[in-house]
């Protein structure tokens, strides 16, 4: 079974500063991973994907991630945080084989400091 | 395109009492997929929908929730009776479906926070 394991539940980080937030998974193919935001009362907004290719993907915002399949990783990073960056990040794992749901870590709590 | 629409956004009801969530995916999406956020925790599957019709429901707890998508197109989730423990964020999100790697990226609504007192 797929399993998404985010090992930091609450971070600070002052303005300007570097960002990487933590995501490994379990799962025994090749996986499609995801990070998404999600800030108080909001839904869920999509970062950026990987499903295949060149391990190091952009998304939106200066996001970043780096796949790493030998130590089942998926870490995000950005290399200078905003006070807007302040929010909840979800990792997820899905099949790369067909249509199923994401199964998502515990999320870590981003907070930006002045 | 418009997004993924959910009504209503907030909930508040006694424990025992019924309650319905509706969600409208963006036009063209044939999955839909129902999930449950409790507090601190990341969303969990409760009911994933292709066209109208189910694909895995093995999360939903079937003695008091149900969901149902007749046409294709919009859903609605039922809690009947509510618990304490329903407390929490229902979210809607919904996919192309078909075939490739960008029919599975899922789009979410903003939400449903259903407090149960």
């Known amino acids: 079974a797929q399993s998404v394991t985010q090992p930091d539940i609450h971070i600070t980080v002052s303005e300007g500063a570097s960002l990487e937030l933590r995501c490994n998974y379990s799962y025994g193919a090749t996986p499609y991973l995801f990070w998404y935001v999600q800030s108080p009362g909001q839904g869920l907004q999509l970062l950026l994907k990987?499903?295949?290719?060149?391990?190091l993907v952009q998304g939106i915002k200066g996001f970043e991630a780096e796949f790493k399949r030998s130590q089942s990783s998926f870490n995000l990073r950005k290399p200078s945080v905003h006070w807007s960056d302040a929010a909840e990040y979800f990792c997820?794992?899905?099949?790369?084989?067909?249509?199923?749901?994401?199964?998502f870590g515990k999320g870590t709590r981003l907070s930006v400091i002045a | 395109e418009a997004g993924v629409a959910q009504s209503p956004r907030y909930k508040i009801i006694e424990k025992r009492q019924s309650v319905a969530f509706w969600c409208n995916p963006i036009s063209g999406h044939a999955t839909l997929y129902w999930y449950q956020q409790i507090l601190g925790q990341g969303p969990k599957l409760l009911i994933q929908f292709q066209n109208n019709g189910v694909v895995d429901d093995s999360q939903l707890p079937k003695d008091r929730f149900s969901a149902e998508r007749l046409k294709g197109v919009d859903s609605t989730l039922k809690i009947q009776p509510a618990k304490l423990e329903d407390s929490a964020v229902y979210l809607c999100?919904?996919?192309?479906?078909?075939?490739?790697?960008?029919?599975?990226?899922?789009?979410f609504g903003p939400g449903t926070r259903l407090t149960v007192t």
């Open positions: 999100a919904s996919s192309r479906g078909g075939f490739g790697s960008s029919s599975y990226e899922q789009y």
């Open positions: 990987y499903f295949s290719g060149d391990t």
């Open positions: 997820a794992v899905g099949e790369s084989s067909r249509n199923t749901p994401l199964v």
